[in-house]
Nanobody
Framework: QVQLVESGGGLVQAGDSLRLSCAAS????????LGWFRQAPGKERECLAA????????YYADSVKGRFTISRDNAKNTVYLQMNSLKPEDTGVYYC??????????????WGQGTQVTVSS
């Protein structure tokens, strides 16, 4: 089991960029696949991006391809989500997830508490 803490959320304007961070502790970080999910008001939680333990493979939802980039630094036990060209529809609570096996929408052995991102038009 790994503990996850997200940071970096906030209020930005459409077109701006934002970088989220998720720091992990309590487990062997480098053995976990990691992902970023978003839950918008009134909608189900959606997997936006995920990265394998080695960083060799990634997954992106169509809604963020070309705008968001996931990366990880195993030396710092941290995974990042660089978000560019933000849109109002990117508004939501962003969660970090870890999984020992799965990569993508079905992953999620462990979850962070979430960080709010609000994009104004």
């Amino acid at each position: 089991q790994v503990q996850l803490v997200e940071s970096g959320g906030g209020l930005v304007q459409a077109g701006d960029s934002l970088r989220l961070s998720c720091a992990a502790s309590g487990g062997t970080f480098s053995r976990y696949n990691l992902g970023w999910f978003r839950q918008a008001p009134g909608k189900e939680r959606e997997c936006l991006a995920a990265i394998t333990w080695s960083g060799g493979n990634t997954y992106y939802a169509d809604s963020v391809k070309g705008r968001f980039t996931i990366s990880r630094d195993n030396a710092k036990n941290t995974v990042y989500l660089q978000m560019n060209s933000l849109k109002p529809e990117d508004t939501g609570v962003y969660y970090c997830a870890a999984d020992a096996v799965l990569l993508g929408p079905r992953m999620g052995d462990d979850w962070g508490q979430g960080t709010q991102v609000t994009v104004s038009s």
